[in-house]
Every structure is written in C-alpha cells, then in structure tokens.
C-alpha cells in the first residue's frame, strides 16, 4: 500500500542538496516497508544493514571516514556501493549509535551517497543525554499509523478521497455520500491504522483475524520493554502499558494508574513509552499567543495511545458497539477524541516531531475543557468534539470569547457547515481543516445556509 510520506522521500532522492535523513517512528508502523520500496523503485541498487540482524557490520563504523566505511562494507558484504546509484538503508541503527554520528560525514564528505537510517526504538538513543546528535547534517521525517485518508485510498477509494480534497463551503458533500463516508470512518476506527491489519482485512475481510493481529502487535510492545529498560521497571512499564488505552482523553492521575506505584516510577515509564512512541502527551496550553508549546502546563496533561484500532482491542470494545452506536459515544467518547487526535497527529509535517494541546479552565463557577488547540499558519483554532448533529457549545464559546478567536470548530457526524464563527466539520474531513479554515478567513464568511 502506498503511504503519503513516499512522495516525501522521492523528493528527498531528487534534490542535489539533501541530508542523511532518519525515519523515526513506532515498531511496525512501516518503515522498513517504505524504505525497502524506494530502494526497488527509484534506485539501480540498495544495501541494507540491519544492526539487530547482523551485528558483526557494526564493526564497519569503529571509523567516522565515509570511504572506510564504504570500504569495509563492500568488503564484508562483497557488494558494491555507487553514490547516486545505491541506496544505503541502515536498518535499527539504535544499535550502532557511531553510525548515527557517521551520518554527519556522510553529508560533509560524501553527499552524493543517499543514507537513511531507521529503527524502532531510536527515540531511546537519540534523547540519551551522552548521545550529541550531529544537528543541522541529518533530517529527521517521522512515520504514524495510516490516516484515514491512507486508509481510502488503500481501500480502493481514491476517487472518493479525491473528491473530498475538493469540497467546499459552496459545495458540500452530497447525503449519500456522507453517509458511506461515516461507514468507512467507523471501519477504520475498528481497524486503526497499523499496516499489518489493514493488509489483512484488505485481503479477506476477516475482522477475527485484524483483531488477533492486533493482539499480537500489543504484545509485541510488551516483549520489547526488555530492550529498553531495566528489569526494575517492568512493572511500572507493564501497568501504565495495560492502563493507558482506558485512561485515554481524560486529564491523567497518577494514583488511576496504580494506587499503590510511586508517581515518580509513573513517570518513567510514561518517559519510556512516549519515546517508544507508544503513547502521545496532550499538554494543557494557556492558549494566549503563539507558539503554543512555549505556554503549556507540563503537569497538566491527557493521554492518546499509538492507534485507535489498538485502543479499541486492549479495551476489549465489542465491534457491534462501533458497527451500531454514535461513534462519539462509544467509550464516553474517548475512543472519538482518540481518532481525532490521531488525524491531526497523521496530518501535521512529517518533517518535525507533532506536538497536541487542550484548553481548560477550572474555576468552581463556570469550569471549561476545548478538547484540542491547533494552529493554522498563525491562527489560534479550538476544537471540540461533539456527539450527534446538534449539542451545545459552551466550552468552545468560551474560548473564542476569552481569546477574542474568531473562528472555532466542532468535530462530530454533522455534514459540512459553516454559521456564527462555528465550522461545523464532519470526522472524515479531518484532513482538509487547514484548507477550509484558510478559505474562510479569506472570504470572511459570516453565515451560509445550514
């Protein structure tokens, strides 16, 4: 299946002036796949090193000097390395962290040769504080689970994903076909994003069988806590794992997790799985001004774990609750935030690591919570996401009147609409927020028929 990043990377082959780029991103989300395809499709050759696979190659790095390397490997593997011909794939590269820094010489000495380098748990590397990234001669793309847009179009529906990059306002999607687009959301949301199950269920539409796929993966995450931490912190590691798909979008309580754990040994292991890239932190912003981030409360935080088809099966969710109820009330809703987040995460620049934030306030007299804060160029855009077609906004209201924000968005199985500052975005059209917001802003829109 084709993944939206590719075209990123065929890009990055073409350029005269490019960097040594690192794929970063959780086990089994498809980096390997990705690279292994650009090497067939684009270049004459491709050699591949996996460090975790062939750990006596690691020897070829003891050097920082380009040409001894290339040297060396071509000797051991008695294959030929032609820059501008051969694509170089150092696979789990975490396990050979000289061959991280031998990136930047790459760049300086040989920038003809494309390297890309990738593995699973190389966030653990790279934030170690004895590791000096070589900054400004390497670039980082990060890869998530399929979008659902991916998700259209792997299914066979690129006509249809086509003709949503081509809505707007003036022309809205027609009833049946939002309609079949709520189906397909719903599928997804049973499936998730993981390659391997949509593979599968692509091939045989066998949710019995995406759904022990999905087991495997979560037990997969399980056997690798061992690579990445000490055995003292298992346990932690094994109760935050077991707890975070249920403690998804809601403000995060240490004692929710284990009563009886140390916050601080919490905390680690929340450190560990973020850098697993298993779970993302969405951070309280005061929301005043821009860049977001540089406004957070670090200790006032929600989480989302790697993939809504993940939460779904670790929470044991039946598939006749996704297949016959709101979607936005399954799970108190959570399981809607979770899919939300996920897009937004799926669509932010594959070029920087994606940041989520939330809006809340807790006075005893008029408390408020905006489910997600975005930016869209330097605009200041809340989000709330809302069950059924109708539902009060009151939150979201507050916000935009606190901020003075003209423009705020509800997420929901409402078609398109725009009245009263209030874009009324349906969960398919996640993707094209950007481009509707902008268009707003540019017409000035102040009402359209509902």
């Known amino acids: 299946m084709n993944r939206d990043i590719e075209q990123q990377l065929v890009s990055w082959k073409q350029r005269d002036n490019r960097l040594p780029v690192l794929l970063r991103g959780a086990r089994q989300v498809g980096k390997t796949y990705i690279i292994e395809k650009l090497g067939r499709e684009h270049f004459k050759q491709m050699l591949t090193i996996n460090f975790e696979a062939q750990p006596e190659l690691r020897v070829c790095f003891e050097t920082l000097e380009p040409q001894t390397i290339l040297t060396t490997i071509e000797l051991l593997t008695q294959q030929t390395i032609k820059p501008g011909e051969t694509l170089l794939f150092l696979d789990e590269i975490q396990e050979c962290p000289s061959a991280i820094l031998a990136l930047r010489y790459f760049k300086e000495k040989m920038p003809a040769l494309h390297v890309i380098g990738a593995g699973s748990l190389l966030e653990f590397t790279l934030n170690d504080k004895n590791f000096r990234m070589p900054v400004g001669r390497v670039q980082s793309l990060y890869l998530k689970p399929l979008s659902f847009i991916e998700y259209l179009s792997a299914a066979g529906y690129q006509q249809l994903r086509d003709y949503l990059s081509a809505i707007t306002l003036q022309t809205p999607v027609n009833t049946a076909i939002h309609q079949h687009l709520l189906k397909l959301v719903r599928e997804y949301m049973i499936l998730g994003g993981m390659p391997a199950v949509i593979q599968e269920y692509l091939q045989n539409k066998n949710l019995n069988e ?43 309580q240490y004692v929710k997790v284990d009563p009886d754990m140390r916050s601080r040994d919490i905390k680690t292991a929340l450190q560990m799985l973020r850098h697993a890239n298993l779970i993302y932190l969405v951070y ?11 406004l ?45 987040g996920q897009e937004l995460l799926a669509y932010s620049s594959c070029y920087e690591e994606a940041n989520l934030y939330f809006w809340s306030r807790e006075k005893k007299s008029s408390l408020a919570e905006v489910d997600y804060v975005t930016t869209v160029d330097s605009k200041i855009i809340p989000i709330e996401v809302k ?54 802003c540019k017409q000035k829109i102040k009402k359209l028929p509902s």
């Open 210 to 252: 995406c759904q022990q796929i999905q087991s495997a993966l979560l037990n997969s995450y399980r056997y690798d806590f061992g690579k990445y931490a000490p055995l003292t912190d298992h346990q932690y590691l094994q109760r935050l794992f077991e707890k975070a798909p249920g403690l998804i979008a809601k403000h995060f």
């Open 387 to 440: 069950a059924g077609t109708t539902g009060q906004l009151k939150s979201l209201k507050i916000f935009m009147a606190e901020k003075n924000i003209p423009l705020g968005i509800r997420i929901s199985q409402a078609p398109l609409n725009y009245n009263d500052g209030i874009l009324s975005l349906p969960l398919y059209l996640i993707h094209q927020l950007p481009r509707l917001v902008n268009d707003i």
């Open 296 to 340: 957070i409360n670090e200790k006032k935080f929600k989480l989302l774990f790697l993939d809504v088809g993940l939460v779904q099966r670790a929470d044991k969710l039946a598939t006749e609750l996704l297949l016959e109820n709101d979607l936005l009330l399954v799970n108190r809703g959570a399981l809607a935030e979770q899919f939300v």
């Open 284 to 294: 309280s912003t005061a929301s005043t001004g821009i860049p977001l981030i540089s």
